[in-house]
Nanobody
Framework: QVQLVESGGGLVQAGGSLRLSCAAS??????????MGWFRQAPGKEREFVAA????????YYADSVKGRFTISRDNAWNTVYLQMNSLKPEDTAVYYC?????????????????WGQGTQVTVSS
């Protein structure tokens, strides 16, 4: 069973930056085979897509709300995916989840992803 462990969350002031990491282990296939993604869930809201990177990391996708501020990247040698978050806003406050899937049918839909981490809290104060 694929294991995903997120780290790097915390409390930051608006305008600040954080970098989230997600380390993958117990993989059935090589890490580079998996599409990796980030989702987030704010209190009282549904989990929403944030970003995703295909196998090599050269092809990426972003939610409109984070485009230009967040950057997803991956290091296939270390089985790790990152989310660099800049110019953070209070509305970015959420639990951020790492996700993995071999070939998600619809990248922006959470039900297309089989493997999830436990999440890491990001709080942005105004």
């Amino acid at each position: 069973q694929v294991q995903l462990v997120e780290s790097g969350g915390g409390l930051v002031q608006a305008g600040g930056s954080l970098r989230l990491s997600c380390a993958a282990s117990r993989l059935t296939f090589t890490f580079s085979t998996y599409t990796m993604g980030w989702f987030r869930q704010a209190p009282g809201k549904e989990r929403e897509f944030v970003a995703a990177a295909l196998s090599s990391g050269r092809t990426t996708y972003y939610a409109d709300s984070v485009k230009g501020r967040f950057t997803i990247s991956r290091d296939n040698a270390w089985n790790t995916v990152y989310l660099q978050m800049n110019s953070l806003k209070p509305e970015d406050t959420a639990v951020y989840y790492c996700a993995a899937e071999l070939s998600p049918s619809t990248i922006r839909v959470q039900h297309s992803w089989d493997y999830w981490g436990q999440g890491t809290q990001v709080t942005v104060s105004s």
